[in-house]
């Protein structure tokens, strides 16, 4: 990710949520939203282009271009800070509380002073809420439960924005004279899909230069704890990052160490303890000698203790610990292993690049195979239309082959409705090489009929792809409330995948739910759902979610040859 076009893409949005706050044009603020996406989501640097470089991208107009110039020409927009001024940072901090509006923050701040989370959780508590216009009983409860969501997710941060964050780290050290090695370890490693904090760790002789270039660090705005053996600093965006160095020969005992999980290592030091050793963060040594006898690498570690290497995203004591001393770990899903994406979307909805740019960066990626799934007419803001969908195909069928004989599927995100229903009728459906459906609306329904509606999706003969099934947004929307594990046998009784969607904030199904489906013998699809170029290397987090679910390639429809894919796409268990 290009670091000036998130700057970009923070400050606009910004700019549109303070136009919304101050009452200004609605349709001002979604112009601004819609070109802080598009520069998020653009590919090359923009700090490189000038007005008429920025204009060519989707959304972005001249005024808005002529603010990204000045951003980026003295850090700062006058309109922008003059807006910011006129608003309390505590209003702005409302408005992160999921449920909660600009609109709503705003007359909360003006009718009765409110300004910070704190003192809103006080005011609903004390009844004060109720005679505002605009706000009931279930504002409440709604304001309530986006609080609650908030501290839940507490200081935890995505899984997305900390592997950004620590592969920057992780290039600078290895740049500096000495370092041997340089690596991520903690659960940033094992890719849970929140990250407390970030743990890294570096083999060198000297751990003085390391820990300094942490705290000097452009992006490092304070420094916790300064020391030899360990080093914390938090970042500009407020994450904290532990550094520590440890000897060549302490390389791989460190690593196991630092990885975790904390229930993976206690499991760890048992065995070892039973084998006449202990076990830290230095090696593998000899209760009685004191001698050591495995530290270089995990592999050594794992070995001594009569265990086999046990891939990071396994070590939660789930299972794995069992499962490698009788030698039955999976062969877990690897990036390697995916031969093509089932859920992408192109600017003719709500994505952010032409077709033609999306199916050549996905050969890029080296697939095989590439669906494209546009959002289905049920969203009615995508105005989709049976035209513009078959217009679609022909362009898609056009270019079927000719990246790196990369081959076309011609697909669609179809909208499961509250009964179940689809889109469009069966004849139309069987038009398209793949379906995914997806919940898009009706959050609330009841357990019994959001279950209903789920299985009943999964009946639908054309429906292959079960697209983000619960539809969380992680530390922002729960869940649905349905009978997943009948869900689960549904999707394996009729050959419907589950998806693993592998957006940052959503990575759904997540780890716990892939281990049950799984336990139903369902099938699942790792798809990115990319919105943009960019989004198509969301993969990874999908996969290691997958691979947190103990998923092999065979769970994974897209790793099979196309063959075997469209045998699945078939949906006939005969064939
Ligand atoms: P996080 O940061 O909350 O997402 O989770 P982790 O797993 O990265 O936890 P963290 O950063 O506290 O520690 C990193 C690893 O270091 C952890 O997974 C296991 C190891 N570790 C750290 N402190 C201890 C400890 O006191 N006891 C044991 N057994 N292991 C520890
Ligand atoms: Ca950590
Ligand atoms: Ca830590
Ligand atoms: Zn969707």
């Known amino acids: 990710m290009v670091r000036a076009n998130e700057e970009v893409e923070a400050l606009l949005q910004e700019y549109a949520d303070l136009i919304a706050i101050t009452g200004g044009d609605a349709f001002k603020a979604r112009a601004y939203e819609k070109a802080a996406r598009?520069?998020?989501?653009?590919?090359?640097?923009?700090?490189?282009?000038?007005?008429?470089?920025?204009?060519?991208?989707?959304?972005?107009?001249?005024?808005?271009?002529?603010?990204?110039?000045?951003?980026?020409?003295?850090?700062?927009?006058?309109?922008?800070?003059?807006?910011?001024?006129?608003?309390?940072?505590?209003?702005?901090?409302?408005?992160?509380?999921?449920?909660?509006?600009?609109?709503?923050?705003?007359?909360?701040?003006?009718?009765?002073?409110?300004?910070s989370v704190a003192e809103l959780a006080d005011a609903i508590k004390a009844e004060k809420l109720r005679d505002l216009k605009g706000f009931g009983k279930r504002t409440e409860e709604n304001i309530l439960h986006g609080i609650a969501l908030m501290q839940q997710a507490g200081e935890r941060i995505l899984l997305?924005?900390?592997?950004?964050?620590?592969?920057?780290?992780?290039?600078?050290?290895?740049?500096?004279?000495?370092?041997?090695?340089?690596?991520?370890?903690?659960?940033?490693?094992?890719?849970?899909?929140?990250?407390?904090?970030?743990?890294?760790?570096?083999?060198?002789?000297?751990s003085a230069p390391f820990m300094d270039a942490l705290t000097e660090l452009p992006s490092t705005a304070e420094v916790v704890a300064h020391g030899a053996k360990k080093t914390s600093i938090r970042t500009v965006t407020g994450v904290q990052?532990?550094?520590?160095?440890?000897?060549?020969?302490?390389?791989?005992?460190?690593?196991?160490?630092?990885?975790?999980?904390?229930?993976?290592n206690i499991r760890t030091r048992t065995i070892a303890v039973h084998l006449g050793l202990k076990l830290s963060e230095y090696g593998l040594f000899d209760a009685g000698s004191g001698e050591r006898v495995a530290s270089r690498?995990?592999?050594?570690?794992?070995?001594?203790l009569g265990l086999p290497w046990i891939p990071p995203t396994l070590r939660e004591d789930r299972g794995e610990i069992e499962a490698g001393l009788r030698g039955e770990l999976p062969q877990v899903v690897t990036v390697d292993d995916v031969r093509g994406d089932l859920h992408t979307h192109t600017d003719l909805t709500d994505g952010l690049a032409p077709l033609e740019e999306m199916v050549a960066a996905a050969a890029d990626r080296?697939?095989?195979?590439?669906?494209?799934?546009?959002?289905?007419?049920?969203l009615a803001m995508q105005r989709m239309t049976?035209?513009?969908?078959?217009?679609?195909?022909?362009?898609?069928?056009?270019?079927?082959?000719?990246?790196?004989?990369?081959?076309?599927?011609?697909?669609?995100?179809?909208?499961?409705?509250?009964?179940?229903?689809?889109?469009?009728?069966?004849?139309?459906?069987?038009?398209?090489d793949i379906c995914v459906a997806s919940v898009h609306s009706h959050f609330g329904l009841g357990r019994e009929a959001m279950t209903r509606r789920l299985v009943r999706a999964c009946e639908n003969p054309h429906v292959h792809v079960l697209g983000h099934p619960t539809t969380r947004l992680i530390g922002r929307r729960p869940g649905i409330?349905?009978?997943?594990?009948?869900?689960f046998a549904a999707c394996a009784r009729t050959g419907t995948a589950l998806e693993i969607n592998a957006q940052p904030d959503r990575l759904d199904l997540g780890d716990e739910d892939i281990l049950r489906a799984r336990s139903h013998g369902a099938k699942f699809a790792v798809d990115s759902d990319a919105h943009s170029l960019l989004h198509l290397a969301h993969?990874?987090?999908g996969i290691g979610t997958a691979q947190r679910g103990w998923l092999t390639p065979d769970d994974v429809i897209n790793t099979w040859p196309l063959r075997r894919l469209r045998r699945f796409l078939r949906k006939d268990r005969a064939a």
Request: aromatic residues 6%; proline residues 4%.
């Open 38 to 115: 598009a520069i998020g989501g653009h590919p090359t640097d923009v700090s490189r282009l000038d007005v008429a470089g920025l204009k060519e991208i989707p959304g972005v107009g001249r005024s808005i271009a002529e603010k990204v110039v000045e951003y980026l020409r003295t850090g700062n927009v006058t309109v922008v800070e003059e807006t910011r001024a006129r608003i309390p940072a505590g209003v702005r901090q409302l408005i992160t509380i999921p449920t909660l509006g600009p609109k709503k923050a705003m007359t909360l701040y003006e009718d009765l002073h409110i300004s």
């Open 297 to 304: 690498s995990e592999d050594e570690v794992y070995a001594r």
């Open 539 to 541: 993969l990874r987090y």
């Open 241 to 264: 990052v532990d550094l520590r160095v440890v000897r060549q020969d302490s390389w791989g005992a460190g690593m196991q160490y630092f990885t975790g999980s904390k229930a993976h």
């Open 386 to 432: 049976e035209e513009k969908v078959l217009a679609q195909r022909e362009r898609v069928r056009s270019l079927d082959g000719r990246h790196r004989g990369m081959r076309l599927l011609h697909g669609t995100e179809l909208n499961i409705g509250p009964d179940g229903d689809v889109d469009w009728p069966g004849e139309f459906l069987a038009g398209f």
């Open 160 to 206: 997305g924005t900390a592997m950004e964050s620590a592969e920057d780290i992780v290039a600078e050290l290895s740049r500096i004279t000495g370092c041997a090695q340089c690596a991520y370890a903690g659960s940033l490693r094992r890719m849970r899909e929140t990250i407390g904090d970030i743990d890294v760790l570096v083999a060198a002789d000297r």
């Open 366 to 378: 080296g697939y095989a195979y590439y669906a494209v799934t546009d959002h289905a007419p049920g």
């Open 481 to 487: 409330d349905a009978d997943l594990d009948e869900v």
